[in-house]
Every structure is written in structure tokens, then in C-alpha cells.
Nanobody, 111 residues
């Protein structure tokens, strides 16, 4: 059974950092691309970053240079290191293998 579970969200001040974790079961890291998406209130879900089975990464323009996606095939985990957070980064962040989604973790950036 496939399962993805996000953690690490919270409240942070502008300019701060958070590291999100996606713990998985049943996901084949050898063939799957994993990604982080986010959805802010009243907005559509949008891709933040993705990482391929061979480690290639792609970022949305709005996070380039601030966020870093990484994964560990042995641990079956994916991380999203988020630096220089801004209020517009406030959203629920989701982990996905493009077939299954986690429940999301709330990130709130506010003074």
C-alpha cells in the first residue's frame, strides 16, 4: 500500500526557514519522480519542486534559489528545505509521487 506523510510545517517569521519531510511507504524511488506541491487559500494547487529517480531536480520560478528538494532512496524520504520564507509562501504543502498524495502540512509565514 502506498502512503505519503508530510511533517515539519509550522509558523515562521519572514526570512526564516523550515525543513519539510515526506515519509513514504510503498513508493518505488527507483522509478518514481517525487514532488512537493502547495495550495494557498483560494488558489489552485501548484508545483513547488520535483526530483526524479536519478536525482534530477526542477523548481518553480518563485522558489528558485530559496528552496532545495532532496531524497534518500534507502530511507524512502523526501525533504524540502525552505529558506528566506515570505508571507506569500503560506500554504498547505503536499508530497506526491503523481499517483498518491499526502494529507499536507501547513506552513504559515507571518510576523
Amino acid at each position: 500500500q502506498v502512503r505519503l506523510e508530510e511533517s515539519g510545517g509550522g509558523l515562521v517569521q519572514p526570512g526564516g526557514s523550515l525543513n519539510l519531510t515526506c515519509s513514504t511507504t510503498g513508493v518505488n524511488f527507483s522509478i518514481n519522480t517525487l514532488a512537493w506541491y502547495r495550495q494557498a487559500p483560494g488558489k489552485q494547487r501548484e508545483m513547488v519542486a520535483r526530483i526524479s529517480s536519478v536525482g534530477g531536480t526542477h523548481y518553480a520560478d518563485f522558489v528558485k534559489g530559496r528552496f532545495t528538494i532532496s531524497s534518500d532512496h534507502a530511507k524512502k524520504m523526501v525533504w524540502l528545505q525552505m529558506d528566506s520564507l515570505q508571507p506569500e509562501d503560506t500554504a498547505v504543502y503536499y508530497c506526491t509521487n503523481f499517483g498518491w498524495w499526502g494529507q499536507g502540512t501547513q506552513v504559515t509565514v507571518s510576523a
